[in-house]
């Protein structure tokens, strides 16, 4: 029996000190619930303040400075009558008329003009200017008279097919900045 007697208030003993425990718990949160709202208070409170404060003090200086300088109001926004009338604005730049450009700024200034790369695949490349009208011929020609060969003796050609003297260059579509291959015969 003693030991029962002893259990039981052993257990009365635990169970008093869980419940101060909890109470001691309860408490501190409570504590520390109150003490962040008082923050959250204090530091709405100061802004308030604060803010009302500025707005006087800015109030204040603002009409001083107009006082001051006597500025008037100039309105901000123009209306169009406003803006072609003020004196005050300098005119719009002038829109600059836009002339068609080449495609190829390196290119003659004739747009009738082609400019044709001959390589002959052994160091030697070409550049010649000519028309779309002219033949494989006048071409040879002009690429003989810059390479100091016979126009006889040239060949040009694309890829596997061989061009013919007689065809002209707008024929075959050969047209600005295209690169051709010369081989001698």
């Known amino acids: 029996m003693d030991s029962k007697k002893k259990d039981d208030e052993r257990k009365r003993k635990r169970s008093e000190s869980d419940e101060r425990h909890k109470k001691k718990k309860d408490k501190s949160e409570k504590k520390k619930k109150d003490k962040s709202e008082k923050k959250h208070k204090k530091k709405s409170k100061r802004d308030d303040s604060s803010e009302r404060s500025r707005s006087r003090s800015t109030e204040k200086r603002l009409s001083k400075r107009d006082e001051e300088r006597k500025v008037e109001e100039v309105p901000i926004r123009f209306t169009i009558e406003q803006k072609e009338t003020d004196p005050s604005r300098p005119p719009p730049p002038k829109k600059e ?60 050609q694309k890829g596997y097919s061989i061009f013919k003297d007689h065809i002209s260059l707008k024929d075959y579509e050969i047209n600005d900045g295209m690169g051709l291959e010369m081989y001698y015969n």
Do not use: H
């Not at 779309?132 to 003989?144: E, R």
């Open 97 to 156: 008329d836009k002339t068609p450009r080449l495609k190829n700024p390196y290119t003659t200034a004739d747009p009738f003009m082609i400019e044709v790369v001959v390589n002959d695949r052994c160091g030697r490349k070409v550049r010649v200017k000519c028309s779309p009208n002219d033949s494989i011929g006048d071409l040879k020609k002009l690429v003989a008279a810059q390479t100091g060969t016979r126009p006889e003796r040239i060949r040009i």
